[in-house]
């Protein structure tokens, strides 16, 4: 940002844009590495995957219908679980690819009653039990983010390293079952 004096005493704040990331790159990397999982293995989980632009970071979601407020449209439901890895400008900067575990306003789940705090909680209690399986991994948010951590972002490895995120996060996804079935109304 550079600031400028006009002829009648006022300053201006002028925006210099940074070179933005390529995200069609990003997006092809992402997709080859979702296109490694077996869909038998996502349908068995009722898994759905998602690789899209949002909120200017090319994003993977992993979620179940189910786990949102409106199965016809879960990755727009205002309530809704879902896990993420994600990488934009700022994160190419920090040379980092985030991930994490989001449970937004899960009291609109409709077949559960759910205090949020009391989820978060319980997934944790759980989670733990995997923790050291994600790197650079954190547990001490609110009730919004479950878990988010992040990994190296290496240009050569990104299809892998989604993936792996991917594969480990379908091996956890069955204690968010677990944990939903407390609360079934």
């Given at each position: 940002?550079?600031?400028?004096?006009?002829?009648?005493?006022?300053?201006?704040?002028?925006?210099?844009?940074?070179?933005?990331?390529?995200?069609?790159?990003?997006?092809?990397?992402?997709?080859?590495?979702?296109?490694?999982?077996?869909?038998?293995?996502?349908?068995?989980?009722?898994?759905?995957?998602?690789?899209?632009?949002?909120?200017?970071?090319?994003?993977?979601?992993?979620?179940?219908?189910?786990?949102?407020?409106?199965?016809?449209?879960?990755?727009?439901?205002?309530?809704?679980?879902?896990?993420?890895?994600?990488?934009?400008?700022?994160?190419?900067?920090?040379?980092?690819?985030?991930?994490?575990?989001?449970?937004?306003?899960?009291?609109?789940?409709?077949?559960?009653?759910?205090?949020?705090?009391?989820?978060?909680?319980?997934?944790?209690?759980?989670?733990?039990?995997?923790?050291?399986?994600?790197?650079?991994?954190?547990?001490?948010?609110?009730?919004?983010?479950?878990?988010?951590?992040?990994?190296?972002?290496?240009?050569?490895?990104?299809e892998k390293a989604?993936?792996?995120?991917?594969?480990?996060?379908?091996?956890?996804?069955?204690?968010?079952?677990?944990?939903?079935?407390?609360?079934?109304?």
């Open positions: 940002m550079k600031t400028f004096r006009t002829p009648e005493g006022f300053f201006i704040d002028i925006f210099t844009k940074t070179k933005s990331m390529n995200y069609d790159f990003y997006l092809k990397k992402f997709y080859q590495a979702v296109s490694k999982i077996p869909e038998e293995i996502l349908l068995n989980n009722g898994l759905k995957l998602s690789v899209d632009i949002v909120l200017e970071s090319v994003a993977l979601k992993v979620y179940k219908p189910e786990w949102s407020g409106n199965p016809q449209s879960p990755l727009d439901a205002e309530g809704r679980i879902f896990f993420s890895v994600w990488v934009n400008d700022e994160t190419i900067r920090e040379n980092k690819m985030y991930y994490n575990i989001h449970a937004f306003k899960l009291r609109t789940l409709k077949h559960y009653k759910i205090p949020a705090r009391d989820f978060a909680q319980n997934f944790r209690k759980e989670f733990l039990k995997y923790q050291n399986d994600w790197p650079n991994v954190k547990v001490n948010y609110g009730p919004l983010t479950l878990m988010e951590g992040w990994l190296e972002l290496e240009e050569d490895t990104i989604v993936n792996e995120l991917a594969q480990r996060f379908l091996n956890i996804s069955p204690i968010i079952d677990s944990v939903l079935e407390q609360y079934e109304k």
